[in-house]
């Protein structure tokens, strides 16, 4: 059957965008775009350049870098990527993105990544056994030359670190017969609110407790900047005097409660809220330092994410939430808040301690496990703590370097409630479980994951190897790697070779498009030293394509007869809609011989022979060059 069709439907945006395949029928002859049938010329006597054909061609890589000091140093197509500081912290995915910082990674366990050009094994914990047997929360401070571990109705006594069978210098019973619900991390003394409501202070071992007063219906106790504060139902009061207090604030909120304190510069900031909404407080201090002054909203925690505890260090803030940890600062003279963004934890954050540049805080559930070394590694998770490096941003001005650190691997996961220095030590609690503090000597093994790498771009690559670099090695020092997203297996493995500081692991030629890698540090048994690790680095040469380009002479004439049916068209409509497949670049659907390929145009040649009938356009040959996207 032979017929007449007249297309009259314009190349607009929506007719180019069909996605219609050509039937089947159609000669080879015929080529598709975008489901539009078009004739071209294939006659032998058609030759040059513009004849129809289709040749490949290699595709050129080129490795994302803003430095040419790689392409420099290294043969021809010879790329890597560098790991040699750490002190950057954790929470990078990815090593090698745009926006990646040089001296990040991704998670760690029993690794200190803070000095820079070098890692090296963490402290590893021992507990302070007369801790034993704690039941609920348990909190920690210090008293002069005393550390106090106060659970249950009990402040026990400690003056020294050790793994000894009882408490050092003994214990006190503030109240007997009442659990202490809270204590004031501060003050001349160990102050402790019960769940009956009193507060009681305690001048260190073998001295009576003092009452302060009671407080019906108390939840919480602070002492800062020389002010004993109280958090009874939804009101704020000074109790430093004792008695029923002074009030400073009612909430008019009548479910809101008070939660903790921290000292400002020029205030005291007090988290408190109701269901998912918190806010953080400040109290003003009077003129003569005799009395505190209304509170006011400083700042809001984001809808949803619950305040546990809020402390301050070097003009910072730290808040801990339900979701992790955020740094805040005082943004005017007045005392109000700035918020950075989350430093995310799995589980709520509820103390922190700061000491030189660091701020350590609570991690109730940190995960260790590593299946290529079981043995090393807890299988469940651990509870212990995470480290801030204030002299270290990242991601923002508030978001300060961070990075798991000493962990308490003997203990079930559970709340850290509780963090102090003692005797240049840190000194955690863990709920239930007891206290643990960090040694002299260190971990047996810690990993450090450093994240995914592409060398910037996805396409396949063919690795070479990786190089590690240590200082004089005292223990062992194995290198993981997982190919896309594979298991991990071990590349190599190196140990003490007398002066010898580098080695290499073959990659064997795998081709990969990413790569994620990992070290682990053990050391040897000499528990007082560790393996510096000062570098590695990846080296891969790209994996040359290959793609398609097609010259398509196509026929743009009023009549053109494919397959037995005569087709009219508006030749200039034709010729504006291929012009815009070049000029766009846009990807389009090509079919050849019944099989479809993303393409896009990339020149054209446009031959005219003749006007049209009427005489406002021409006809003739149009040679579209368009190449396949790989």
């Given at each position: 059957m032979t017929g007449n069709v007249q297309i009259t439907q314009p190349f607009d945006e929506p007719f180019n965008q069909s996605t219609a395949g050509l039937p089947s029928s159609f000669s080879p002859s015929v080529i598709g775009i975008n489901g539009v049938p078009y004739l071209i010329d294939t006659s032998p006597s058609y030759v040059g350049e513009g004849r129809y054909k289709r040749e490949s061609f290699e595709v050129v890589q080129q490795r994302n870098v803003d430095s040419q000091r790689d392409l420099l140093l290294l043969p021809q197509n010879v790329w890597r990527q560098q790991m040699q500081s750490w002190h950057q912290g954790a929470g990078q995915t990815n090593t090698d993105r745009d926006d990646s910082l040089p001296y990040r990674f991704h998670t760690s366990f029993g690794i200190n990544p803070w000095t820079k050009w070098r890692c090296e094994l963490l402290p590893a914990t021992k507990q302070l056994y007369g801790t034993d047997g704690f039941t609920g929360s348990t909190w920690l401070t210090t008293y002069g030359d005393y550390l106090a571990v106060v659970n249950n109705q009990t402040i026990w006594w400690y003056d020294e670190l050790s793994v000894g069978s009882s408490a050092s210098a003994g214990s006190t019973i503030p109240n007997s017969g009442h659990t202490i619900i809270d204590i004031a991390n501060f003050g001349?003394?160990?102050?402790?609110?019960?769940?009956?409501?009193?507060?009681?202070?305690?001048?260190?071992?073998?001295?009576?407790?003092?009452?302060?007063?009671?407080?019906?219906?108390?939840?919480?106790?602070?002492?800062?900047?020389?002010?004993?504060?109280?958090?009874?139902?939804?009101?704020?009061?000074?109790?430093?005097?004792?008695?029923?207090?002074?009030?400073?604030?009612?909430?008019?909120?009548?479910?809101?409660?008070?939660?903790?304190?921290?000292?400002?510069?020029?205030?005291?900031?007090?988290?408190?809220?109701?269901?998912d909404k918190y806010l953080i407080h400040r109290v003003g201090i009077s003129q003569d330092g005799t009395g505190l002054t209304p509170a006011i909203v400083a700042a809001n925690l984001p809808d949803g994410e619950i305040g546990y505890c809020?402390?301050?260090?070097?003009?910072?803030?730290?808040?801990?939430?339900?979701?992790?940890?955020?740094?805040?600062?005082?943004?005017?003279?007045?005392?109000?808040?700035?918020?950075?963004?989350?430093?995310?934890?799995?589980?709520?954050?509820?103390?922190?301690?700061?000491?030189?540049?660091?701020?350590?805080?609570?991690?109730?559930?940190?995960?260790?496990?590593?299946?290529?070394?079981?043995?090393?590694?807890?299988?469940?998770?651990?509870?212990?703590?995470?480290?801030?490096?204030?002299?270290?941003?990242?991601?923002?001005?508030?978001?300060?370097?961070?990075?798991?650190?000493?962990?308490?691997?003997?203990?079930?996961?559970?709340?850290?409630?509780?963090?102090?220095?003692?005797?240049?030590?840190?000194?955690f609690s863990v709920d239930s479980e007891g206290v643990w503090f960090a040694s002299d000597d260190f971990v047996e093994a810690g990993w450090l994951h450093q994240g995914t790498m592409s060398?910037?771009?996805?396409?396949?690559?063919?690795?070479?190897?990786?190089?590690?670099?240590?200082?004089?090695?005292?223990?062992?020092?194995?290198?993981?790697?997982?190919?896309?997203?594979?298991?991990?297996?071990?590349?190599?493995?190196?140990?003490?070779?007398?002066?010898?500081?580098?080695?290499?692991?073959?990659?064997?030629?795998?081709?990969?498009?990413?790569?994620?890698?990992r070290f682990v540090l053990r050391r040897s048994n000499d528990v007082t030293?560790?393996?510096?690790?000062?570098?590695?680095?990846?080296?891969a040469i790209p994996v040359q394509g290959r793609t398609s380009r097609w010259t398509l002479p196509i026929m743009n004439y009023e009549e053109l007869t494919i397959d037995t049916i005569t087709y009219s068209r508006d030749p200039l409509q034709v010729y504006l809609a291929l012009v815009d497949l070049v000029e766009s670049r846009k990807l389009f659907t090509m079919q050849e011989s019944g099989i479809s390929y993303q393409v896009y145009g990339k020149d054209f040649v446009w031959s005219p022979e003749k006007l049209t009938m009427n005489g406002k356009s021409w006809q003739g040959m149009f040679t579209l060059l368009v190449e396949s996207i790989q």
């Open positions: 001349a003394k160990v102050t402790t609110l019960h769940n009956d409501g009193k507060v009681y202070e305690t001048a260190g071992p073998g001295v009576s407790s003092t009452l302060k007063g009671t407080y019906t219906n108390a939840n919480f106790i602070a002492y800062e900047k020389d002010f004993l504060l109280a958090g009874i139902t939804n009101t704020l009061r000074d109790i430093t005097a004792g008695g029923a207090g002074d009030l400073i604030y009612t909430s008019p909120t009548s479910g809101f409660r008070w939660q903790s304190a921290a000292p400002g510069d020029s205030c005291i900031y007090v988290l408190g809220g109701v269901q809020i402390d301050s260090y070097l003009g910072f803030i730290m808040i801990g939430t339900s979701l992790g940890v955020r740094i805040a600062t005082p943004n005017n003279a007045s005392g109000d808040l700035t918020l950075g963004p989350i430093i995310p934890t799995s589980q709520p954050v509820r103390c922190f301690e700061g000491q030189d540049r660091f701020v350590w805080f609570g991690v109730s559930s940190m995960d260790g496990g590593y299946s290529l070394d079981s043995e090393y590694f807890p299988v469940d998770p651990v509870s212990g703590l995470g480290r801030m490096d204030l002299s270290t941003t990242t991601t923002s001005s508030l978001t300060p370097a961070y990075a798991n650190d000493i962990a308490a691997v003997s203990a079930t996961a559970n709340i850290t409630r509780s963090v102090t220095t003692f005797l240049d030590k840190q000194v060398f910037g771009i996805e396409d396949l690559k063919t690795g070479l190897y990786v190089q590690a670099k240590w200082e004089p090695l005292v223990g062992e020092i194995d290198l993981d790697i997982s190919y896309d997203s594979s298991g991990y297996i071990r590349l190599g493995t190196f140990k003490q070779q007398g002066s010898i500081r580098s080695g290499n692991a073959s990659l064997d030629g795998v081709q990969y498009s990413r790569i994620d890698s030293t560790s393996p510096h690790f000062s570098r590695w680095e990846h080296r």
